[in-house]
């Protein structure tokens, strides 16, 4: 599948599930705190943060994002890259960890064929409830589901205070022979054989400057899936530099 089909099914797959399809927001923000537009959930950061009240309950988007955070892995790496786009969809107060999950492993083993045994999942290590939807309401093996800390599953704040919570990451696996060695973490290395294509945020807890964790008024999900990524997986490639969205101008 061309990378321009997927952009369109992932779009069109959450609009015909409620979700307003907006448009790719400026890659310079208009916001004093950014430089770049590095995810999905920057044009919704008031309504996220609970600075404004949400217009619409669900959101889907494709937005272009640059992002230096990794740079260090560019060209090191079969999956990172400074600018790509991610494909997104958002949950303001609506639908939590539940329709987040089903509606990603919908997408990706029904819309888009994905092998259920080439994905892994990884989740905050004391979120038994995430641990539990994917164990139970979507079937997956438990040797397939990781917990993982902080550094791996956890998002946010944003400096010192704010939203934040814990995440889930789907991986796929491209090939045992890809592995780092006999002693590959699994998806928790930072090897070419898992290749994370999405992560689901669940936004639920205010920091305080204390330290403490407060719930979220309104809890929100901001999801992001890598269309380069996907698309290598849908495409058969060993690195996003050979799908299409790339290969016309290395050939060049």
């Known amino acids: 599948m061309q990378a321009g089909e997927l952009r369109k099914r992932y779009l069109e797959f959450f ?34 943060w609970g600075r404004t009240p949400p217009s619409i309950p669900r959101a889907t988007t494709c937005q272009k994002c640059f992002r230096t955070t990794d740079i260090e892995n560019v060209g090191r ?4 890259n400074t600018f790509f786009e991610m494909l997104g969809n958002f949950s303001f107060g609506d639908y939590f960890k539940e329709g987040a999950i089903r ?19 990884s989740v905050y290590l004391d979120d038994d409830e995430a641990f539990t939807l994917w164990r139970d ?8 589901i990781t917990r993982l800390g902080a550094e791996h599953n956890w998002w946010g704040p944003v400096g010192d205070s704010g939203p934040c919570g814990p995440d889930s990451e789907i991986f796929f ?48 999900i ?12 849908l495409q058969g490639v060993e690195t996003v530099f050979e799908t299409d969205l790339f290969r016309p101008i290395v050939e060049a």
């Open 15 to 48: 609009r015909d599930r409620d979700h307003a399809v907006v448009p790719s927001a400026p890659l310079v923000p208009k916001d004093p705190t950014l430089l770049f537009t590095s995810a999905g959930m920057v044009q919704f950061k008031d309504v996220l």
């Open 77 to 80: 790496t079969a999956f990172h």
């Open 103 to 121: 509606l990603a492993w919908e997408f990706l083993v029904g819309e888009l064929g994905v092998p259920e045994d080439r994905l892994s999942v």
């Open 137 to 144: 309401s979507i079937g997956g093996p438990e040797d397939r």
């Open 173 to 220: 696996d491209t090939g045992a022979d890809r592995a780092c060695g006999p002693d590959c973490a699994g998806v928790g290395c930072d090897c070419n054989r898992y290749s994370e294509i999405w992560n689901l945020v669940f936004m639920e807890f205010d920091a305080r400057e204390d330290g403490t964790l407060a719930p979220l008024g309104r809890k929100n």
């Open 222 to 233: 901001d999801t992001g899936m890598g269309l380069e990524r996907t698309s290598a997986v």
